[in-house]
Structures are given as C-alpha cells and as structure tokens.
C-alpha cells in the first residue's frame, strides 16, 4: 500500500503531493483539471518537476483504490464534507483518511461519522500557489498527525514517517485536539482582523490593531479555560504574537480569500469558539461582531 490520494489541490495540497510523489504513487484530485506536470519551489529556491496522476469528478472512474495508503483531505473547512462525499462511494471503508482543514468544524463530524480510521493533521508550513501548474514551499514547518480521542497509533506514526521521509517533518500525537484548538486560536486572533482591515500580519502589532488582538485574546483564553483545553507553555497571549511576529509579512489565507473574492472559512475557526462560548455561558462580543461581519460579505457561492 504506497498511494496516496490528495483531494483539494490548492496549495497545501500540492505541497503534500508533490513531495509524497518523491517516493511514492501520487493522485491529485480537484474540481478542475489541472497540468500533468507541477513544479515545486523550495525555500532555498531550488525548483523540482514532478509528474502527477490529476483527476476530477467526472474521471474519477480512473482512480485505483487497491494500493491506497491513505486519503489526505486537503479541502478548505467549508468544502471538506462535500469533497469526501464525492470521493467516498470509490473508497474501500477501512482506507485511511486525514484530515488537513483549518478550524474544529468538520474534524469531529467528519470523524464520528465515517466507518474507516481517521486522522487529523495541522502544519506550521508555509505554501502558497502560482496558476495551475506550481507551489511555491515559502516555510519549512512542523506537521503533527493523530486521531481526536488518540485512536490509531501505529496508523498515525506510519504517515507521520511517510511525511517525514518526503521532507515533511511531522509527529504522531495523542493530543491532536489540543493542538488543532490552539491552532484555532491563532486563526481567530488573526485571520478576521487581517481579512477585515486589509493588513499583512505584522500590521496587527501597530497601536490601532494591538488592542483588537489583545481583546481577542482575552475571549479566546477564557473559552478554551472553560472547555479545558491546556494553555500552551507561555500562554496563548504569548504563542499568538509569536505567530504574529514570526509570520508578520504573510498575507494570511482569509485576507488571500477576501481578496480574491473567494468563501473565507469564519465558520470553521469562529463558530466552534462561538457555540462553546454559549454552552459555557461566556459574552464573546469581539467575536460575534467579527463573525457576523464576514458572514454578510460571504460571496453567494458559499458552500
Ligand atoms: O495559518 C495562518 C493563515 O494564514 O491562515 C496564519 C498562522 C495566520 C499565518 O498567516
């Protein structure tokens, strides 16, 4: 079992793609087709060819499910549920699946409803498209790997290996909740207000937006008190301007969305912090605010 299967083929996806397909058979499959031939740019510059198998709904006939190592659902949170009902009916039950969205929207939908083993990923790494026929690798980053209630051990520390050995350096975790919380936390500290004021990430750190965040913040911390989810080691405070900092020249993927006109994904990062706030009593008025704003500029085209 060698082949991996990548749905969603925008730039994360491809990333995935076209370093699994240094060592291993690799389908991408997308709503449109794509060019054979895809090219990678790596941080230091360097740029590698690579020939994939591109696949849409209509062809997906052609996929061969008898040597699937896994699935990598590389959606947006918005269109995850709908991609995997398109690719589902093909697939063995006890295929793999990981999971690669943003948010804590579909993760536990998603897992509690499928029959096969399910994992969730989240990365620090950073990637961004050009056209149709390449991604650019702008960050190395971290990848952890591992089922919501640390289920599949051996099947999350297989694919962690995998990653890792095609240059995608990721961890079989137990704590995958944990970490996907916290990585929503970052997303909600920035992705709204970036998106909503137009602002590479650095900017948020000027006098006019520094309380924004803090506010943020401020919500943020006590919903994830009042669901127990462990701080990280210096605080949330702390862990999101590093990120901030870290990433201050990025144009982070809700603005990248807002501007192209595209559905941004404030359901999957903002709701789940909204919903639990509500189940633990808690007034989030930062966080309803910059929900309901980009709920009324959603394109139509909202899945
Ligand atoms: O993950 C990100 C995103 O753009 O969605 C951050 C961490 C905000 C970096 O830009």
């Excluded at 040597?67 to 006890?94: E, G």
């Excluded at 982070?252 to 359901?267: C, F, K, N, V, Y």
């Excluded at 909204?274 to 808690?282: S, T, V, Y």
């Amino acid at each position: 079992m060698t082949q991996h299967l990548i749905v969603g083929p925008g730039a994360m996806g491809r990333l995935l793609a076209l370093h699994l397909a240094e060592r291993h058979p690799v389908t991408l499959l997308g709503r449109r087709s794509l060019p054979r031939c895809q090219t990678l740019t790596t941080p230091e510059g360097e740029c590698r060819h690579r020939s994939l198998e591109c696949l849409t709904p209509d062809s997906l006939e052609r996929l061969d499910t008898s040597r699937l190592a896994a699935v990598h659902l590389v959606t947006k949170a918005y269109a995850a549920d709908a991609a995997l009902a398109t690719v589902a009916p093909r697939l063995p039950s006890d295929t793999p699946l990981v999971l690669w969205q943003n948010g804590f929207d579909s993760q536990p939908r998603l897992t509690r409803h499928r029959q096969g083993p399910t994992l969730c990923a989240t990365t620090t790494e950073g990637a961004y498209s050009y056209g149709d026929e390449g991604v650019v690798h702008a960050g190395h980053g971290q990848t952890w790997i591992g089922h919501l209630d640390g289920r599949h051990p051996e099947l999350a520390a297989g694919l962690a290996a995998t990653l890792t050995a095609t240059g995608i350096p990721a961890l079989a975790v137990d704590d995958i909740r944990v970490r996907l919380w916290h990585k929503l936390a970052v997303n909600a500290a920035i992705n709204p207000l970036v998106a909503r004021f137009r602002l590479r990430n650095g900017q948020l750190r000027e006098p006019r937006f520094r309380p924004m965040v803090d506010a943020i913040i401020e919500e943020v911390a006590s919903i994830m008190a009042a669901e127990a989810i462990p701080p990280p080691p210096h605080g949330f405070s702390t862990m999101i301007w590093e990120v901030i900092a870290a990433t201050a020249e990025n144009r982070a993927s809700m603005l990248q969305d807002t501007l192209a006109g595209r559905p941004t994904e404030h359901d999957a990062i903002l709701l789940p912090l909204l919903r639990a706030a509500r189940e633990n009593g808690l007034e989030t008025p930062q966080l309803s605010a910059l929900h309901r704003r980009l709920d009324t500029r959603q394109p139509s085209g909202k899945a």
